[in-house]
Nanobody, 114 residues
């Protein structure tokens, strides 16, 4: 049974940091590109960052480049999203997604507000 379980969301002030984690199970995690998406209220889900299976290649949405860092630990079947210098417009539900499959996590809420 495939599972993607996100954690690490919460309420943070502008300029603050959060680290999201996504623990995967039920498939060969190290063989897949992994990604983070987010969806803000009233908006479409958007790609935030992606990392290749061996961590050799990463990509970021322009809105988060230089502030967010995606990484993974294949020994722990976990992908991370380090988010720094958070802005109110980063407020959204963040989802973990296995590239090229139908595997989505349940999402974790990130709220950036003073």
């Amino acid at each position: 049974q495939v599972q993607l379980v996100e954690s690490g969301g919460g309420l943070v002030q502008p300029g603050g940091s959060l680290r999201l984690s996504c623990a995967a199970s039920g498939f060969s995690f190290s063989s897949y590109t992994m990604s983070w998406y987010r969806q803000a209220p009233g908006k479409e889900r958007e790609l935030v960052a992606r990392i290749s299976s061996t961590s050799g290649t990463t990509m970021y949405a322009g809105s988060v480049k230089g502030r967010f860092t995606i990484s993974r630990d294949n020994a722990k079947n976990t992908v991370y999203l380090q988010m720094n210098s958070l802005k109110p417009e980063d407020t959204a539900v963040y989802y973990c997604y296995t590239w090229g499959t139908s595997y989505w996590g349940q999402g974790t809420q990130v709220t950036v507000s003073s």
